[in-house]
């Protein structure tokens, strides 16, 4: 089994930065891609960002590409997403995901990760 744990959020103004990191425990040789999702109140939990193993491809979301990073230090089993230029919009609670393997197609979907961490709050105002 894997344990994710992330951290990081806090709340900021809008324009600031935050770096939010996960870290796995566990059975982390079952981990290959990890992802960020978010999910506000009212609103459905949405893919952020997807990195594969060995972080030779990312994807990001349209409402946070050129804003956010995804990026993973497999030596320290940690994952990251560093948050620029943050937004009242960008507010919800943060999840990290991982699952051996997802299709490159399908990083934004939630069924596709059998890990979740607890999630972090992340509020921008």
């Known amino acids: 089994h894997v344990q994710l744990v992330e951290s990081g959020g806090e709340s900021v103004q809008a324009g600031g930065s935050l770096r939010l990191s996960c870290v796995a425990s566990?059975?982390?040789?079952?981990?290959?891609?990890m992802g960020w999702f978010r999910q506000a109140p009212g609103k459905e939990r949405e893919g952020v960002a997807s990195i594969s193993s060995g972080s030779f491809t990312t994807y990001h979301a349209d409402s946070v590409k050129g804003r956010f990073t995804i990026s993973r230090d497999n030596a320290k089993n940690t994952l990251y997403l560093q948050m620029n230029s943050l937004k009242p919009e960008d507010t919800a609670m943060y999840y990290c995901?991982?699952?051996?393997?997802?299709?490159?197609?399908?990083?934004?979907?939630?069924?596709?990760?059998?890990?979740w961490g607890q999630g972090t709050q992340v509020t921008v105002s």
């Open positions: 995901a991982a699952d051996p393997w997802v299709y490159g197609g399908r990083w934004f979907l939630k069924d596709e990760y059998n890990y």
């Open positions: 566990g059975a982390t040789q079952d981990i290959g891609c």
